[in-house]
């Protein structure tokens, strides 16, 4: 199994000791995620001091504040890191508006350059912003490989990320007893656009809801997905870790 979300440097624990812990329940790659400059780094760092370990690197939409032509040159410039397999994650945050929704558009369509002049992948935040989201990517993500993070839409958006080629993964919250609807969601996805993440330390799943996430809990949620697709789980962890593979070049 991989984790293709997660911020190793926000959890409680050691990288080391949380890359241990998921190797011992067989998850092979890690995919741990900036959220500015500061986690940029850090993801980075953590990338070239785990073989495991790729990095991701973009700007929060509720860190996008002030935005500019320079933080978009600091990004593309780490984009460019052997180490760094995909840009984000960025998007659009109506729940929280930690930034200006200005600043979050801006943000969001310069690093949809970066990533299509990087070759890389772009990992998409969406939050209550659902439309406003599927917008931007309309408009300036063409040719882009897209990821929709912690996707939490309904059955209905996925029948256009699924026309466009668009990448959905799911969290624990697909594991919730009232997340029916975004069960239906994760059913309908075709395979080979289908991932699996933790977006550790956040959203453990219900085995362990409430408790801080980490990587080795992905496969808690990949076991509810297996049952949700009506496959076995070893068949869902060869699907995940070859979609994987295919996109992050790892």
Same mark, same amino acid.
Request: hydrophobic share 45%.
């Given at each position: 199994?991989?984790?293709?979300?997660?911020?190793?440097?926000?959890?409680?624990?050691?990288?080391?000791?949380?890359?241990?812990?998921?190797?011992?329940?067989?998850?092979?790659? =890690?995919? &741990?995620?900036?959220?500015?400059?500061?986690?940029?780094?850090?993801?980075?760092?953590?990338?070239?001091?785990?073989?495991?370990?790729?990095?991701?690197?973009?700007?929060?939409?509720?860190?996008? *504040?002030?935005?500019?032509?320079?933080?978009?040159?600091?990004?593309?410039?780490?984009?460019?890191?052997?180490?760094?397999?995909?840009?984000?994650?960025?998007?659009?945050?109506?729940?929280?508006?930690?930034?200006?929704?200005?600043?979050?558009?801006?943000? =969001?369509?310069?690093?949809?350059?970066?990533?299509?002049?990087?070759?890389?992948?772009?990992?998409?935040?969406?939050?209550?912003?659902?439309?406003? *989201? =599927?917008?931007?990517?309309?408009?300036?993500?063409?040719?882009?490989?897209?990821?929709?993070?912690? =996707?939490?839409?309904?059955?209905?958006?996925?029948?256009?990320?699924?026309?466009?080629?668009?990448?959905?993964?799911?969290?624990?919250?697909?594991?919730?007893?009232?997340?029916?609807?975004?069960?239906?969601?994760?059913?309908?996805?075709?395979?080979?656009?289908?991932?699996?993440? &933790?977006?550790?330390?956040?959203?453990?799943?219900?085995?362990?809801?409430?408790?801080?996430?980490?990587?080795?809990?992905?496969?808690?949620?990949?076991?509810?997905?297996?049952?949700?697709?009506?496959?076995?789980?070893?068949?869902?962890?060869?699907?995940?870790?070859?979609?994987?593979?295919?996109?992050?070049?790892?």
């Amino acid at each position: 199994m991989v984790d293709t979300h997660c911020h190793l440097g926000l959890c409680h624990e050691p990288a080391a000791e949380l890359v241990a812990r998921a190797r011992a329940v067989g998850v092979t790659r =890690f995919l &741990t995620v900036g959220l500015d400059e500061a986690t940029n780094a850090q993801a980075v760092a953590l990338a070239e001091e785990h073989p495991e370990v790729f990095a991701c690197v973009g700007r929060h939409p509720n860190s996008a *504040t002030g935005f500019d032509d320079a933080a978009a040159a600091a990004i593309e410039s780490l984009a460019a890191h052997p180490s760094v397999a995909a840009v984000g994650e960025t998007g659009l945050d109506y729940f929280r508006d930690g930034a200006p929704r200005e600043d979050q558009r801006r943000a =969001f369509e310069a690093q949809a350059g970066v990533a299509r002049r990087a070759g890389k992948p772009l990992v998409i935040h969406m939050r209550e912003a659902l439309d406003d *989201t =599927f917008e931007v990517l309309r408009s300036s993500a063409d040719g882009v490989e897209v990821i929709l993070h912690c =996707f939490s839409a309904g059955p209905e958006a996925v029948a256009e990320a699924a026309a466009r080629g668009w990448r959905c993964s799911f969290a624990g919250n697909v594991t919730y007893p009232k997340a029916g609807e975004l069960r239906e969601a994760a059913a309908l996805v075709p395979d080979e656009l289908l991932l699996v993440e &933790t977006d550790s330390p956040f959203l453990a799943p219900q085995p362990v809801r409430g408790k801080p996430n980490q990587p080795s809990n992905v496969v808690d949620t990949a076991h509810v997905l297996a049952e949700v697709r009506d496959v076995s789980y070893q068949e869902l962890e060869e699907l995940v870790e070859t979609n994987a593979r295919e996109i992050f070049q790892w």
